[in-house]
């Protein structure tokens, strides 16, 4: 298929805006990158972040997106890693300098001067999009297009969130049961953990659906779980989840933030950090994590549940998103 010189796109001109469906030039692959035709785009709640302005400084005009599933349509001088036609996944971290302290020690997720799909990069909320080679994913064949999106960013950062919980024991609490939770709950119990799923208070459809999926409770945020829990991971962006979670935590335990944006977290007494307990955040995610992950979730099998909108409903799937009404996750199809 011949490429175009003009594709369309939801475009973010001013924080705060709905998104604006416009005809923009198809971007060209530079050395190194390759051009891919989207096929799907899955909608992440960092996209809420950075279309509120919660994220500064974002790349404008912004084509938002970055759980990108496409075919290789172009390269760009360099490219050795794939061929035209290779389907591939675009994750959020799209480059990295290469020489930071952090890039040196394998931690390119803490990179002094990162770069981000579809923040500070344009993303996938496209016909088109452009990636450099070595930050992109091929793809597993068990998955489609639609079924792959969510698992560039709310399985990666899922995934990398659960590692840092997982060691601490068996009973695990998950606070914010989205796209992420319903990929990380998928591994938690293949790997034998007892999961416990916090959602909104009175929101019974998630937690049904957090039972579906292995749940050995589901309840709300403001409860306490039958059982301390050994860890906890939040993706809610809600802060006063933390001394929550501290609170529903046995001595030892650890409690991971998994968001890249969080309100303000509220002052809470000593006692509940006492007995060793520990929070942390996660950053970003490595290019390691991201072929780990895409190895184990065929074999779990992780099953994304996901609701699909046309490219240019992606104002609709972002509002539905921020009123708690996707299950699953949201997933953009582009037009062909």
């Known amino acids: 298929m011949p490429i175009p010189s003009t594709m369309r796109a939801m475009v973010l001109e001013q924080p705060g805006r709905p998104l604006k469906w416009l005809e923009v030039p ?18 992440c709640r960092t996209d809420l972040h950075v279309l ?11 084509i938002l997106g970055h759980e990108i599933v496409g075919t290789v349509a172009a390269m760009g001088r360099g490219v050795r890693q794939f061929k035209p036609g290779d389907r591939v996944g675009v994750p959020w971290l799209g480059a990295t300098d290469g020489t930071c302290r952090y890039c040196r020690q394998g931690r390119e ?9 579809g923040y500070t990069l344009d993303g996938g909320y496209a016909q088109y999009a452009v990636a450099g080679q070595r930050y992109i ?18 399985g990666l950062i899922g995934y990398r969130s659960y590692r840092m919980a997982r060691e601490a024991g068996a009973r695990l609490g998950i606070y914010g049961f989205g796209a992420a939770a319903h990929i990380t709950i998928q591994i938690a119990v293949f790997q034998g953990k007892q999961v416990y799923a916090f959602t909104r208070p009175g929101d019974t459809e998630t937690q049904e659906f957090a039972r579906r999926l292995g749940a050995v409770w589901a309840g709300s945020s403001e409860a306490r779980p039958p059982e301390e829990l050994d860890a906890a991971i939040i993706f809610a962006p809600v802060g ?17 933030s ?3 944006h969080m309100s303000d977290i509220p002052a809470f007494p ?35 549940e996901v609701q699909t ?28």
């Not at 997720?109 to 799909?117: A, G, I, M, Q, V």
């Not at 933390?242 to 991971?256: E, N």
């Not at 046309?310 to 953009?332: S, T």
């Open 240 to 256: 006063a989840l933390i001394p929550a979670a501290l609170r529903a935590s046995a001595k030892g335990g650890v409690v991971v």
């Open 258 to 260: 998994g968001g890249i």
């Open 52 to 62: 509120d302005g919660e994220l500064p400084h974002p790349k404008l005009p912004l």
């Open 270 to 304: 000593y006692e509940l950090l006492w007995g060793e307990r520990v929070v942390r955040s996660v950053a970003n995610l490595t290019r390691a994590d991201g072929e780990e992950f895409l190895q184990i979730a065929p074999q779990v099998p992780v099953k994304t």
């Open 137 to 154: 994913f091929p793809l597993p064949a068990a998955y489609g297009d639609a079924e792959a999106a969510p698992l560039l960013c709310a």
């Open 26 to 43: 198809v971007p060209r692959p530079g050395p190194e990158q390759v051009l891919i035709r989207v096929h799907t785009c899955g909608v």
């Open 109 to 117: 997720n803490l990179c002094d001067h990162p770069r981000f799909t």
């Open 309 to 336: 909108f046309p490219l240019d409903q992606a104002n609709e799937a972002l509002e539905r998103l921020r009123r708690g009404q996707i299950q699953g996750a949201a997933v953009l199809v582009a037009a062909p």
